[in-house]
C-alpha cells in the first residue's frame, strides 16, 4: 500500500468531520474508519475508509438506511449490504514545490460569514443555494476557505486541510488559469507541506498539468432507500 495514500484518506476524513460536526451530527473515528451513524450533509459521505482492508467494517455492516461511503482504497465490496457504485476517482498528491503562477487575482483566507456566503455562492454558480457551509467552520484552524477576487467579486476558490503530515485541497472552482493560484494559496496555508486531494477527469488532467501525480483509485458507494 502506497502510506500517501492513508495520509490523504485521513486528512479528507478530517475535513468531512468537521463538516459533519458543523451540521450538530454525531461522528467518531475508529481505527480504519470515520463514520457519521447520523444524516450526511449534502455531497459528503457517511464514511470514509482509512486502511485497506477488505473485510467490510461491523460499524458499516451495521449501518441502516440512506448511507454514503467513501471506499479510499476501492478495496470493498459492499454490493451485498445494498449498496451501489456512485463514482470511482483518483488520489492525487503534489510534493512541496513552487508553483507558477501568472493570475492577478487577489488570494486570501476568509474570515468572516458574509463572505463565507459569497464563496458558497460562486462555488455552486448557477446551481440553488445550500447553506452547506456554516459559519462555524470559519473556527476550525486546520481548515481554511481559501478566494481568489478580481473587483471584490470571488471568481475562484478552494477549501485548504492541514493536518500533521499534508494539506487537503478540494472544494476547487473558478477558471482553469486560477488553478495555480489557488495552489500557491494552500501552500501559503501550510508551507512546506505536500498537497493532496482527489479529481475526475477532466480537473484530473489539470491537477496533473500543475505537477500532482495520481496514487491510486478510491470509490464511492451509496445505498438509497428511498
Same mark, same amino acid.
Given at each position: /500500500?502506497?502510506?500517501?495514500?492513508?495520509?490523504? =484518506?485521513?486528512?479528507?476524513?478530517?475535513?468531512?468531520?468537521?463538516?459533519?460536526? #458543523?451540521?450538530?451530527?454525531?461522528?467518531?473515528?475508529?481505527?480504519?474508519?470515520?463514520?457519521?451513524?447520523?444524516?450526511?450533509?449534502?455531497?459528503?459521505?457517511?464514511?470514509?475508509?482509512?486502511?485497506?482492508?477488505? *473485510?467490510?467494517?461491523?460499524?458499516?455492516?451495521?449501518?441502516?438506511?440512506?448511507?454514503?461511503?467513501?471506499?479510499?482504497?476501492?478495496?470493498?465490496?459492499?454490493?451485498?449490504?445494498?449498496?451501489?457504485?456512485?463514482?470511482?476517482?483518483?488520489?492525487?498528491?503534489?510534493?512541496?514545490?513552487?508553483? *507558477? *503562477?501568472?493570475?492577478?487575482?487577489?488570494?486570501?483566507?476568509?474570515?468572516?460569514?458574509? #463572505?463565507? =456566503?459569497?464563496?458558497?455562492?460562486?462555488? %455552486?454558480?448557477?446551481?440553488?443555494?445550500?447553506?452547506?457551509? %456554516?459559519? #462555524?467552520?470559519?473556527?476550525?484552524?486546520?481548515? $481554511?476557505?481559501?478566494?481568489?477576487?478580481?473587483?471584490?467579486?470571488?471568481?475562484?476558490?478552494?477549501?485548504?486541510?492541514?493536518?500533521?503530515?499534508?494539506?487537503?485541497?478540494?472544494?476547487? +472552482?473558478?477558471?482553469?488559469?486560477?488553478?495555480?493560484?489557488?495552489? $500557491?494559496?494552500?501552500?501559503?496555508?501550510?508551507?512546506?507541506?505536500?498537497? $493532496?486531494?482527489?479529481? *475526475?477527469?477532466?480537473?484530473?488532467?489539470? /491537477?496533473? #498539468?500543475?505537477? +500532482?501525480?495520481?496514487?491510486?483509485?478510491?470509490?464511492?458507494?451509496?445505498?438509497?432507500?428511498?
Amino acid at each position: /500500500m502506497d502510506e500517501r495514500i492513508a495520509l490523504a =484518506a485521513r486528512n479528507n476524513a478530517e475535513w468531512c468531520d468537521a463538516v459533519t460536526r #458543523s451540521w450538530g451530527e454525531p461522528c467518531r473515528f475508529e481505527a480504519e474508519l470515520w463514520i457519521n451513524p447520523g444524516e450526511a450533509p449534502p455531497f459528503y459521505p457517511n464514511a470514509v475508509t482509512l486502511g485497506p482492508g477488505e *473485510q467490510v467494517p461491523p460499524a458499516i455492516a451495521a449501518a441502516r438506511g440512506d448511507f454514503a461511503i467513501k471506499d479510499s482504497f476501492a478495496a470493498l465490496d459492499l454490493s451485498p449490504h445494498g449498496y451501489e457504485p456512485l463514482f470511482d476517482a483518483t488520489w492525487i498528491w503534489r510534493d512541496p514545490q513552487p508553483v *507558477q *503562477q501568472s493570475d492577478s487575482a487577489r488570494w486570501r483566507v476568509l474570515r468572516d460569514a458574509a #463572505s463565507l =456566503a459569497r464563496w458558497e455562492e460562486a462555488w %455552486r454558480g448557477d446551481e440553488p443555494p445550500l447553506d452547506l457551509f %456554516r459559519p #462555524s467552520l470559519l473556527d476550525e484552524p486546520g481548515h $481554511a476557505f481559501i478566494a481568489a477576487e478580481v473587483g471584490g467579486r470571488i471568481v475562484a476558490g478552494c477549501v485548504a486541510s492541514r493536518s500533521a503530515a499534508v494539506v487537503g485541497l478540494s472544494n476547487l +472552482f473558478g477558471p482553469d488559469d486560477l488553478a495555480a493560484g489557488c495552489l $500557491a494559496a494552500v501552500q501559503d496555508f501550510a508551507p512546506g507541506l505536500p498537497v $493532496a486531494g482527489y479529481d *475526475q477527469e477532466p480537473a484530473l488532467a489539470l /491537477m496533473k #498539468s500543475l505537477g +500532482f501525480q495520481e496514487l491510486g483509485p478510491l470509490r464511492v458507494w451509496l445505498r438509497a432507500t428511498g
